[in-house]
């Protein structure tokens, strides 16, 4: 089983960016995406933005749209989060984890192997 873990996170300042990164045991291009997603004290995990290993089709979730950006190296089987313009908002745990499903999707029930998380804090 590929497992994940994840690096990056820190406490920043409003409007501040942040580059996660999740690195993976095994190659990323066995799965159809590989997803970032995150979760705030007292709510549930939601995602945030995935991407397709292969060919590095990207998608996000309208609250990130614009200010964040996802990339990957499959030499180095890692996935980056690049967070611009953070907002207090964006405070939360971040994961990231494999697609069991063949479509995209950013709903947390259609991944899998998550990874332990790294903390991203964004208040002045």
């Known amino acids: 089983q590929v497992q994940f873990v994840e690096s990056g996170g820190d406490l920043v300042q409003p409007g501040g960016s942040l580059r996660l990164s999740c690195a993976a045991s095994g190659s990323i291009g066995d799965y159809y995406t590989i997803g970032w997603f995150r979760q705030a004290p007292g709510k549930e995990r939601e995602g945030v933005s995935c991407?397709?290993?292969?060919?590095?089709?990207?998608y996000y979730a309208d609250s990130v749209k614009g200010r964040f950006t996802i990339s990957r190296d499959n030499a180095k089987n890692t996935v980056y989060l690049q967070m611009d313009s953070l907002k207090p908002e964006d405070t939360a745990i971040y994961f990231c984890?494999?697609?069991?499903?063949?479509?995209?999707?950013?709903?947390?029930?259609?991944?899998?192997?998550w990874g332990q998380g790294t903390q991203v804090t964004v208040s002045s």
């Open positions: 991407i397709t290993p292969t060919d590095g089709r990207t």
């Open positions: 984890a494999r697609s069991r499903v063949a479509y995209i999707s950013l709903s947390r029930y259609d991944y899998t192997n």
